[in-house]
C-alpha cells in the first residue's frame, strides 16, 4: 500500500481509542474545503513511506497501540492494495478502522464482507443526487455509487459513522436534513465544524468564517430518524440526539 504519512499515536482519528494513523495519497474527489490537501495536490511527487517500516512500527508499539485507522487523502483508491493491507494488519491482530468518502462501494463491500473493518468513518459531502454531489466534488455521477457504500456500511458493520463538514455557503440546513432523511435508520450521523483556519484545497475558502458552535448545534437537533446524532467542533464531540452529552474532549480529525 502507499504510504505518505503516518501518526503513531493519535487520540482524535478514532474517538474513544488510542490508534496509529495511516495515510494514502490522492483523491478521487475535489472537495474545495478539504483540509488534506497536502497529501492530495501534486500527490505523486511525495515521498512514499515503505509498508514494512510501518508494520514493523506498528508492531514495536502493539503494546501501547492496537488499532490502526486508513485514511487520506482516498484509501479505497489503492485497489487491491488496501485489501492486503488490511489483512495483514487483522493476522497481526489489529482493529481497524477506515475513512473514506464511498466513491468505491464495491471495493468497500469487499473489505466489510470479509470483516477486514471493525469501524467505518464514511464522508458524506451533501445530500445523495448528483447535482448536490458535483457542486461540492466536482465530478459527475457520484450520488449512486456513494449510495451503495451507505448501504454496505449499513449492512455490515456494527459500529460506523456517516459525517458530513457543514461548510456555510456551499451548504443550508436544507442539505443536512434531506441527507438524514436519506439515512434513515442509521446508528449514527455527525455534523462537523468547517474550520477554515486548518488549510482548503480551494485558496477561495481560506479566509471563510468557520461554523459556529451555535450553528451547528441548532440544526443537529433538528435531525430526525438517526438513531444518535453528535457535532463535531474544536470543543470536541457531543451527542446530541438522543441526549446532550460530551463524549470526548477530542478535536476534529
Known amino acids: 500500500m502507499e504510504i505518505v504519512a503516518f501518526f503513531q499515536n493519535s487520540l482524535k482519528a478514532w474517538p474513544g481509542r488510542k490508534s496509529s494513523v495511516v495515510y494514502a495519497p490522492g ?10 490537501h497536502s497529501i492530495i495536490k501534486n500527490h505523486e511527487r511525495l515521498e512514499r513511506i515503505p509498508q514494512e517500516k510501518i508494520v514493523q512500527m506498528l508492531l514495536d508499539d502493539y503494546e501501547q497501540v492496537d488499532s490502526v485507522v486508513l485514511s487520506g487523502g482516498e484509501p479505497l483508491m489503492q485497489g487491491k ?28 463491500e469487499k473489505a466489510l464482507s470479509q470483516g477486514l473493518v471493525d469501524f467505518v468513518s464514511l464522508d458524506l459531502k451533501n445530500r445523495l443526487n448528483d447535482y448536490s454531489y458535483f457542486k461540492i466534488t466536482g465530478k459527475r455521477f457520484l450520488a449512486e455509487e456513494v449510495w451503495r457504500s451507505v448501504q454496505a456500511v449499513m449492512f455490515y458493520c456494527n459500529d460506523y459513522e456517516f459525517r458530513m463538514t457543514f461548510v456555510p455557503g456551499l451548504h443550508s440546513q436544507q442539505d443536512v436534513f434531506e441527507l438524514a432523511k436519506q439515512l434513515k435508520g442509521a446508528k449514527c450521523f455527525v455534523l462537523q465544524q468547517f474550520i477554515a483556519s486548518e488549510g482548503t484545497l480551494s485558496n477561495e475558502l481560506q479566509n471563510l468564517k468557520s461554523t459556529t458552535y451555535e450553528q451547528l448545534l441548532k440544526t443537529a437537533r433538528q435531525i430526525q430518524e438517526i438513531e ?25 480529525l
Open 27 to 36: 483523491c478521487n474527489f475535489e472537495c474545495s474545503f478539504c483540509y488534506a
Open 81 to 108: 492494495k488496501l485489501l492486503e493491507f488490511l489483512e495483514l494488519l487483522k493476522a497481526e491482530g489489529f482493529y481497524t478502522k477506515l475513512d473514506t468518502n464511498g466513491g468505491n462501494s464495491l471495493l468497500l
Open 228 to 252: 444518535e446524532v453528535r457535532i463535531r467542533t474544536l470543543k470536541g464531540d457531543e451527542v446530541v440526539q438522543p441526549l446532550m452529552q460530551k463524549i470526548t474532549s477530542s478535536p476534529l
